[in-house]
């Protein structure tokens, strides 16, 4: 058999094993990621939810067309989301990436973006420089997800609005497995979990809790809980809210709660420490003094203690104040109120993970005590720049004409909110039982349970349009329009509670920002790109020489 041959073999033999491989890989394709980070790998919670998809779920993502750097490297981010959620799916994700801005006329594009936000979706206004001119766009960084006929809005683009542009479009990549998987769970659950609202305690009125119930009812089944006239246990609940109550719970009440925790129920306690009427709080001012909530002792058992106290800091939201009189229409200015604290400071959890600020309104703090078989995790925290005033605390509009200065915060970081998810130990531990409930089902030390403590009951409560005087969202303000991230937190703590290997374990990928060194390039700029375009030609270079001078070697051996 001559050379020729065999080679012609070799060649074939090698491209049926290429044909051969090839087809395997297509039909049993196999994945390694090898990122520090694990960037191109999903939480085995979000393979399952893909894994249960029994129709196909379309995706529609609204971020395509010119754009910067930044936003290529999230649509870039999303893409390859998108194909890992197709890859575990068995193709059951089909997407698609659109430009909203495709129309050729003015009309045309208008009437596409109003369509768009009538869809849930929010635009963003970009500036950017492009080839020397400054360039102002609009774009809807989002997703519309649909399944079996219902569809979700998603927004890609979050992250902590104080952090750097960068930064905030790294915490978003971070967060596209969530939000993505997150809306596909959402859609394609026929069963949702309950949520109850504990009432009866002069709680802020169905107006006043319109944005909380509004977002929880997206997710979950919401009940209200007349729990003073409530003779059955809470167990018929996945989770409870109390929504800053104001009245004294009784000893039932109380017990209730308590066996509700013990059998590993999920509970939120949004309560107020103090209370302050805004009415006096003009002139001279008033004093905040102590709701008497009986809810004390429960708490400090297990594990912590809300202190009767405000928290005042620098880094706060403002306060319509009358500056005066233009005819007979009052002038508003909006100044600092260092009484409502814009919490930008969080715990390393996956409930605060790349959580946008968060508003709180006359909030105290919170100390920990000894609760054995308890795990407590500071999730909210003030500036370092906060001061601490105990009861009675004067409050007055007055203060709103001083100037913030540091030299008065100096009490440092407090936390205001904590999780607490271990094995509580009941309040009626080696106590008397409230009249008329059983000691035979009675439990005193609780199955593994998890609380939520947020030393201000006003968080969970929206404000009102100027104008209409219609309830807005949770966490928008209606004077200058800025959304607070009060309604994710509240989401992503129930969401955590209710599974905490769920999907939301996704949020706590993290992907390192791996900036160049702009010095360095400087100095080694020459260096590098006589590497990377000299040295492959010397080495082909080298190369043939070496390859000439083997087969003149060979020839002469041959003959």
Excluded at 3 to 10: H, K, M, S
Excluded at 142 to 163: D, H, M, T
């Amino acid at each position: 058999m001559n050379n020729r041959l065999i080679n012609i073999l070799q060649l074939a033999i090698g491209f049926m094993v290429l044909v051969v491989v090839n087809q395997l890989v297509d039909r049993f394709p196999l994945r390694f990621d090898l990122t520090e980070e694990k960037r191109y790998s999903i939480s085995e919670a979000s393979i399952e939810v893909l894994e249960s998809l029994q129709e196909p779920v379309y995706v529609e993502v609204f971020l395509e067309g010119e754009m910067p750097a930044g936003f290529k490297r999230l649509q870039k981010a999303i893409k390859e989301t998108l194909d890992q959620l197709e890859y575990y799916s068995g193709k059951q994700v089909k997407y698609s990436f659109k430009d909203p801005s495709i129309a050729k006329s003015t009309k045309g594009r208008n009437e596409y973006f109003r369509s768009l936000m009538q869809r849930g979706l929010q635009p963003t206004n970009l500036n950017y420089t492009r080839d020397g001119n400054k360039t102002e766009k609009l774009i809807f960084p989002g997703a519309i997800v649909s399944y079996y006929g219902r569809e979700l809005p998603v927004l890609l683009l979050k992250g902590n609005q104080g952090a750097t542009a960068e930064e905030q479009l790294n915490q978003s990549i971070e967060g596209i497995e969530y939000e993505l998987v997150s809306a596909i769970r959402n859609l394609s659950t026929d069963v949702k979990k309950n949520v109850g609202l504990v009432l009866g305690h002069q709680e802020p009125d169905s107006l006043n809790l319109a944005g909380l119930t509004g977002v929880l009812a997206a997710k979950y089944n919401v009940f209200k809980i007349d729990l003073p006239t409530r003779e059955k246990d809470l167990s018929v609940y996945d989770a409870v809210i109390l929504p800053k109550p104001t009245t004294t719970f009784s000893d039932k009440e109380k017990y209730l709660l308590d066996q509700y925790i013990m059998q590993g129920g999920k509970a939120l306690f949004f309560i107020d420490a103090l209370r302050v009427n805004m009415d006096s709080a003009s002139g001279e001012g008033t004093y905040a003094f102590p709701y008497e909530l009986g809810l004390d002792d429960m708490l400090f058992r297990y594990g912590v203690r809300v202190n009767r106290n405000f928290v005042q800091d620098i880094f706060s939201g403002e306060f319509p104040v009358v500056a005066g009189m233009t005819g007979d229409q009052p002038q508003i200015r909006m100044l600092p109120w260092p009484f409502f604290p814009n919490i930008n400071t969080f715990g390393d959890h996956p409930i605060t993970k790349n959580l946008d600020v968060v508003q709180t309104r006359f909030v105290s703090t919170i100390d920990t005590v000894r609760a054995d078989g308890v795990e407590k995790i500071p999730l909210l925290m003030t500036s370092q720049y906060s001061m601490v005033s105990a009861t009675p605390v004067k409050v007055a509009f007055n203060e709103l004409q001083k100037n913030l200065d540091p030299k008065r915060f100096t009490s440092g970081s407090k936390a205001v909110a904590y999780l607490l998810k271990g094995n509580f130990t009941s309040l009626y531990k080696n106590r008397l039982l409230p009249k008329g409930m059983s000691k035979a089902e009675f439990v005193a030390e609780g199955q593994e349970a998890a609380l939520l403590v947020c030393a201000d009951g006003d968080m969970i409560r929206n404000e009102f349009d100027l104008k209409t005087g219609e309830p807005l969202e949770l966490g928008l303000s209606p004077y200058n329009q800025q959304k607070y991230a009060n309604a994710d937190f509240v989401l992503n703590a129930l969401d955590y509670m209710l599974n905490e290997n769920g999907v939301i374990t996704s949020k706590s990928k993290e992907i390192k920002i791996r900036p160049l060194d702009k010095v360095q390039i400087g100095e080694e700029k020459l260096y590098w790109q006589l590497l990377n375009l000299v040295l492959p030609i010397v080495l082909l270079l080298v190369y043939g020489v070496l390859r000439v001078f083997w087969r003149k070697r060979k020839y002469a051996n041959f003959k």
